[in-house]
């Protein structure tokens, strides 16, 4: 048995700098040096094992044994999904139903600030809500790739839309695991997250519009920018508060594509943005004249139904895949959790972290049937069938896909490796205790640990497992809300959702965009750090602010 040290060198400023040194060597090769992701990724995992073995005295075992549970987790079920959303892009890119698709979206709106609206933002937030873990980033950055965006465009924007539903992500699962790590009530934290993130729900839509096209030509849309996001914002906030956190993403996502298309029948912009690129190409608006009606797109009612169908199965089934009883069912035929050797109850958390030692379990879940991944290639198949694709096709596609997606996937399995062997080491929790220390300030402070938490670890799940025991120790010592601190900690996370690694990965690969992922690091790290202090910001007024401390529940 090994017990964490969190301060090795006994100076907090120097452990804390040591703590750090895997994420400045991981983004620095990024973002400054422009290495190649999986490169960067390898680098970042090997000062990892140096400062976890070397500095924090971590058993070499145990080392070699956290990072190989990670890569397991990076190949089921994150990079499961991404290859098998990208298979099913690649099968209707390959039959020409998703230029069939792109058209009929253009006959809604050929606005491509609208269009982006409704893909990442009303669409994303349906797949973040039924299957989480990076399935709304490679959904909707393949579409709007399809739709003509750029790279840049299509990677980052889907990182920025993919905020405001990840605290209620794959069926409420951060609120549930920060339930039980805490041992608050579940609906206390539901409803706490919730009204933290009412008001973000409306940002995040004008937000990403801005970040797109500029605070004019966003305001020239305000109308369906405010539909998208109040129809979005009001539901989560009742269902949050009312039902608990499982369907709270789902059901706000789909009475915001609902609002939005019917709102869309009614109303047009009184010209229309044709730049898909936006401003990150310094291009300016393209009218397009008076839109009047949409023009027709030639298509027949089947073709369109056709082109869509590979998408509404994918819809179904990871809806079907995320419910609890088609979970039970399928693990019920094959699933194993296996105590990972050399690890499992050998690493001890030490206070201050948690009130007494606890035991680290370490347990991987190889649930291959009920996994997300596993749905997705299911609607692949199905659709492949229906698109008129013999089974020798469908397995040369997917080969030519798994050839193709290789280096993304060496980098989701480093990333994992990394984020796991930081979380078994105590490394990570040297980088939060840090921020315990701020005093009168740790309602901001606090929250920006949710957000280093997700950064780190990219999972808003597991950043609520590694610090929600922390938030909750800080906030009785401070004499603040536990509730308030806990869901602090979620709601701070989901800002740092686009900039960590493996988000930016799955952005990049679904966007064919590889090798710029620090291009895309670079582009999204402002957003997500702004949008977090400004989560600080709320959470700071709801501690020490009438009549905002009135939002607090005890």
Avoid at 136 to 146: D, E, F, K, N, W
């Amino acid at each position: 048995m090994w017990s964490h040290v969190y301060d090795p060198l006994g100076n907090p400023w120097l452990s804390t700098l040591c703590a750090a040194l895997p994420v400045i060597v991981l983004l620095g090769a990024l973002g400054i040096f422009h290495i190649k992701a999986h490169i960067a990724a390898l680098m970042g995992l090997i000062t990892s094992l140096v400062v976890a073995i070397g500095i924090f005295g971590m058993p070499g075992s145990m080392a070699v044994s956290a990072t190989l549970m990670g890569a397991a987790n990076g190949l089921l079920p994150i990079g499961w999904i991404i290859l098998n959303v990208i298979f099913l892009y690649q099968l209707t890119e390959r039959k020409g139903q998703f230029a069939i698709l792109r058209e009929s979206i253009t006959g809604v709106t050929q606005d491509r600030r609208l269009q982006l609206l409704l893909i990442a933002f009303c669409f994303g937030a349906f797949f973040e809500g039924a299957g989480g873990f990076g399935t709304p980033v490679a959904v909707t950055g393949a579409m709007l790739i399809g739709l003509g965006f750029s790279p840049l465009a299509a990677s980052g924007l889907s990182l920025i839309a993919n905020t405001a539903p990840v605290a209620y992500g794959a069926l409420g699962t951060p609120i549930t695991t920060l339930a039980k790590v805490t041992g608050i009530d579940v609906m206390l934290i539901s409803s706490m997250v919730g009204r933290q993130m009412t008001i973000f729900a409306i940002i995040v839509p004008f937000w990403l519009l801005i970040a797109f096209c500029g605070w004019k030509n966003t305001m020239r849309i305000w109308p369906a920018v405010l539909v998208a996001g109040l129809s979005f914002a009001i539901p989560q906030l009742l269902v949050s508060n009312l039902m608990g956190p499982e369907l709270v993403a789902v059901i706000a996502s789909v009475c915001s594509i609902a609002a939005l298309v019917f709102f869309l029948k009614v109303w047009h912009p009184k010209e229309v943005y044709t730049s898909t690129a936006g401003t990150m190409a310094g291009a300016a608006a393209e009218a397009a004249g008076n839109t009047g009606l949409q023009p027709k797109h030639g298509y027949s009612t089947g073709d369109v139904i056709r082109a869509w169908l590979p998408w509404l199965i994918l819809s179904v089934l990871v809806f079907a895949w995320g419910s609890p009883s088609v979970k039970k069912l399928l693990d019920s035929i094959f699933t194993l959790d296996i105590q990972w050797p050399g690890l499992h109850n050998l690493v001890q958390k030490m206070p201050p972290v948690v009130a007494k030692p606890h035991l680290e379990a370490a347990i991987y879940k190889l649930n291959l049937l009920s996994t997300t991944g596993t749905g997705i290639l299911v609607a692949g198949i199905l659709s492949g069938l229906i698109m008129g694709y013999r089974p020798s096709e469908l397995v040369k596609v997917y080969g030519q896909t798994f050839w193709s997606l290789r280096y993304s996937l060496i980098t989701i399995v480093a990333m994992l490796a990394l984020g796991y062997l930081t979380r078994y080491s105590g490394v990570d929790i040297t980088l939060g205790l840090a921020f315990s220390h701020t005093g009168v300030l740790y309602p901001f402070f606090g929250t920006l640990l949710g957000w280093l938490g997700v950064a780190l670890t990219g999972s808003d799940t597991a950043a609520n497992v590694l610090f929600g025991g922390l938030q909750k120790a800080s906030a009785t010592q401070l004499g603040l809300s536990p509730v308030l601190m806990t869901s602090a900690n979620s709601a701070g996370g989901v800002m740092g959702k686009m900039i960590d690694a493996q988000s930016i990965v799955v952005a990049s690969t679904a966007t064919q965009y590889y090798g710029k992922e620090g291009v895309i690091l670079r582009y999204v790290f402002f957003h997500s750090l702004a949008l977090a202090c400004l989560v600080g910001l709320v959470v700071t007024a709801m501690a020490y602010l009438p009549p905002f401390t009135l939002l607090v529940l005890h």
